[in-house]
C-alpha cells in the first residue's frame, strides 16, 4: 500500500509540474485567433486552423460557433478576430471586410428512374408541404411522393427554407436524414423519393454511378461549375469578415484560407472551392 | 466479521472500484442535468409533452412522440427476438447433432459481433425498398424493429444458451432417469432452472435495442410524429441525439440533453420494474 501511495503521489506531480510548465510556454509563446460565427463555416474552419497550425507552431486557432450574425458582431466589437458568415454582407454591414473561401450549393435529387426532369419554384414548395402528393400532379407516375428532409440544425436545411421562403415547421416530409450520404441513399432505394443534399455530394455521387439526378433549378443545371461560377441560384458563399484591413496572423490565416492548399478540406466538407 | 490485513486491503480497494463505478453513474445523471439546464430554466418541463412539435430552433421542443417510438420498436425487438433466441438456443443445446451446433454457436457469435452500423446499411438498401413495395415509402418503425431483432437476436440467443449450459447436469440426469421425453425435460426442468439466466438475457438485449442508435437512425425515418400504425416513420430518442447533435447550439443543444434525461430516466424505470418482478427460485 505504501509503494502504491508513492507512485500515485510521483504521478500526479509529475502531472501538475508539467501542466505548469505548459501554461508558462503559452504565456510567453503563443498566439491565439480567434473566429466565432456560422456553424455551417465552424467545421471548415477548424480543419484549415488545425492545418494552419501545423505549419505556424506558435499560434492556436479558436473555432466558436453562434451563427452568421455573432460572426459579423463579434467581428464588429472586435470580440473575434474573425467572424465567419454563410451569407453575403447586408447593407449596413458593408463596414467590414468580406473574404469568400468557398461555395455552398444545394440541389434538389431525385431517383434515376423518375420520369420528372424539372420542377418549378412553386411545385417544389407544394411538394415540401403536402400540397402536392402525388407524382401524376407535377407529369409523373401515379405514385405517392416520399418527401425527404434533413435533420434540424444543418446548414443544407437552412439555405433550402431561406431559399423557398419556408419554415420548417411547414415541412411535411416522410423521412428526416442526417448527413448528404444518407440522402443520397434513400433517394437511390426509393423511386418515389424527392430530397435535397450537398451539390458537391450529389454529383460526386452521381459520378460514381449513385442511381440519383439533380434537378435543375431556374433552368440552370446543379453543378459544381455553375455553383463556382455563382449562376446556380440555391446556393450562398461562405466567408470570413474582419474588421478594417486584417493584419498579422489574421492576414496570413485569410490568406491561407483563401488558397488551393486547403481545397481538398473545402472538398471533403462537400463544399466548392471558389476559382483561383 | 473477522478480516486479514490483506482482507482488509483489498476490501477498501474493491469498495473504491465500486464507489467509483457507482459515481460515474450518478455523475452522468449530474452532467445531463447541467447541460440541460440553459433550457430547463426558461422552459417548463411540461411543454416536453404539451408543445405542438419537435422543431427546437423554432422553440418547440415536445418529445414525447420519441419517447413512445423508442418504447415502441424496444417492444418490437424484444418480442420477436425471445422467441426465435430461446427456440435457437434450445436447438443448438438440445436437439443439434455436437458438430452443428458448434458451427452454429459460432455462427451466432459471429453475428453478435457485426457493428450496428452494417445492419443498418444492410437494413437501408434492402429492407427498407422491401417494405417499400409494401407500403411505400419503406423507412417505418416496421423497418427499425426488424433491424433491431436482428441486433439483438444473437444477445438473447447466446445468453439462453449460456443459461441452459448452466444447468446442473444432475437434473438433466435426473430427468433422463425418469424416462421424461426430450420436450419434457426441456419444458419442465431445463427452462424453469435456467430462468433467471434467461430474464437476464432479455433484459441485457433490451438495454441493447434502446441504446442502439445508428442502425435505427438509418431505417426508420425520423420523422418526430406519434405512430399511428408499424408502417410509420418514427424517431427514436437516441437517433435524436445522434442526428441533431452535431449542429445544435444554445437552446437547441440543451434540448437535446434534455432528450438525454428522458432516455435515462427510461432505462432506470425498466431496470426498476425488472428489480421489483418477483423471483422464483426452481430447484433450489
Request: aromatic share 8%; with cysteine.
Amino acid at each position: 500500500m505504501k509503494k502504491l501511495g508513492i507512485v500515485v503521489t510521483l504521478i500526479v506531480l509529475t502531472g501538475a509540474v508539467w501542466g505548469l510548465l505548459r501554461i508558462q510556454s503559452n504565456e510567453t509563446k503563443i498566439e491565439k485567433l480567434v473566429l466565432t460565427g456560422s456553424s455551417t463555416i465552424a467545421p471548415l474552419a477548424a480543419e484549415i486552423g488545425k492545418r494552419f497550425e501545423s505549419f505556424h507552431s506558435n499560434v492556436r486557432v479558436d473555432v466558436q460557433t453562434g451563427g452568421s450574425s455573432r460572426g459579423i458582431s463579434d467581428a464588429r466589437a472586435g470580440l473575434a478576430n474573425i467572424g465567419m458568415a454563410s451569407r453575403g454582407l447586408k447593407e449596413d454591414e458593408k463596414d467590414l471586410l468580406n473574404f469568400t473561401i468557398a461555395l455552398d450549393g444545394v440541389s434538389i435529387i431525385l431517383n434515376k428512374s423518375n420520369p420528372v426532369n424539372a420542377l418549378d419554384k412553386q411545385q417544389i414548395i407544394d411538394i415540401y408541404t403536402g400540397k402536392i402528393a402525388n407524382w401524376k400532379e407535377v407529369g409523373g407516375n401515379d405514385a405517392a411522393i416520399t418527401v425527404v428532409s434533413k435533420a434540424e440544425g444543418r446548414s443544407t436545411l437552412e439555405l433550402f427554407l431561406h431559399y423557398f421562403s419556408l419554415k420548417n415547421t411547414d415541412i411535411k416530409p416522410q423521412v428526416i436524414i442526417g448527413d448528404n450520404q444518407q440522402g443520397i441513399k434513400t433517394v437511390a432505394g426509393n423511386p418515389d423519393a424527392i430530397g435535397y443534399v450537398s451539390v458537391g455530394a450529389a454529383e460526386y455521387e452521381a459520378g460514381q454511378g449513385a442511381v440519383i439526378k439533380l434537378l435543375p433549378l431556374a433552368g440552370i443545371a446543379a453543378s459544381v461549375e455553375n455553383v463556382r461560377n455563382r449562376s446556380f441560384p440555391l446556393s450562398r458563399p461562405l466567408n470570413l469578415v474582419t474588421r478594417g484591413e486584417p493584419g498579422g496572423v489574421a492576414r496570413q490565416f485569410i490568406d491561407f484560407a483563401s488558397s488551393p492548399q486547403v481545397n481538398d478540406l473545402i472538398e471533403a466538407q462537400f463544399f466548392v472551392p471558389v476559382a483561383h | 466479521m473477522f478480516l486479514l490485513r490483506t482482507d482488509r486491503q483489498l476490501a477498501f480497494l474493491l469498495g473504491s472500484c465500486a464507489l467509483l463505478s457507482a459515481a460515474i453513474v450518478l455523475l452522468i445523471l449530474l452532467f445531463l442535468v447541467k447541460e440541460s439546464w440553459p433550457v430547463l430554466q426558461h422552459v417548463a418541463l411540461m411543454r416536453f409533452v404539451t408543445d405542438a412539435s419537435w422543431h427546437p430552433v423554432q422553440g418547440l421542443y415536445k418529445l414525447t412522440p420519441m419517447l413512445s417510438a423508442t418504447l415502441y420498436s424496444t417492444l418490437g425487438a424484444i418480442l420477436l427476438a425471445t422467441p426465435l433466441g430461446i427456440a435457437s438456443a434450445l436447438f443448438s443445446r438440445y436437439y443439434a447433432p455436437p458438430f452443428l451446433a458448434g458451427c452454429y454457436r459460432r455462427l451466432v457469435e459471429l453475428l453478435a459481433g457485426v457493428p450496428s452500423v452494417v445492419y443498418g446499411f444492410w437494413g437501408l438498401t434492402t429492407l427498407v425498398p422491401l417494405i417499400g413495395r409494401l407500403h411505400p415509402p419503406g423507412v417505418s418503425l416496421l423497418t427499425g424493429i426488424l433491424v433491431l431483432t436482428l441486433m439483438i437476436l444473437p444477445t438473447v440467443a447466446l445468453t439462453v444458451d449460456a443459461a441452459l449450459a448452466a444447468v446442473p447436469v444432475a437434473y438433466v440426469r435426473s430427468a433422463a432417469a425418469l424416462g421424461l421425453s426430450r420436450w419434457s425435460l426441456i419444458s419442465g426442468v431445463a427452462l424453469p432452472a435456467a430462468r433467471s439466466g434467461i430474464t437476464a438475457g432479455i433484459l441485457l438485449a433490451a438495454g441493447r435495442a434502446i441504446g442502439e442508435t445508428m442502425a435505427v437512425l438509418m431505417v426508420a425515418g425520423n420523422v418526430v410524429e406519434q405512430p399511428h400504425s408499424i408502417f410509420d416513420s418514427v424517431r427514436t430518442l437516441t437517433a435524436n441525439i445522434a442526428l441533431e447533435v452535431a449542429y445544435a447550439t444554445g437552446d437547441h443543444r440543451a434540448a437535446l440533453f434534455v432528450s438525454g434525461i428522458a432516455l435515462m430516466t427510461l432505462v432506470l424505470v425498466l431496470v426498476g420494474i425488472a428489480e421489483c418482478f418477483p423471483r422464483k427460485r426452481y430447484y433450489d
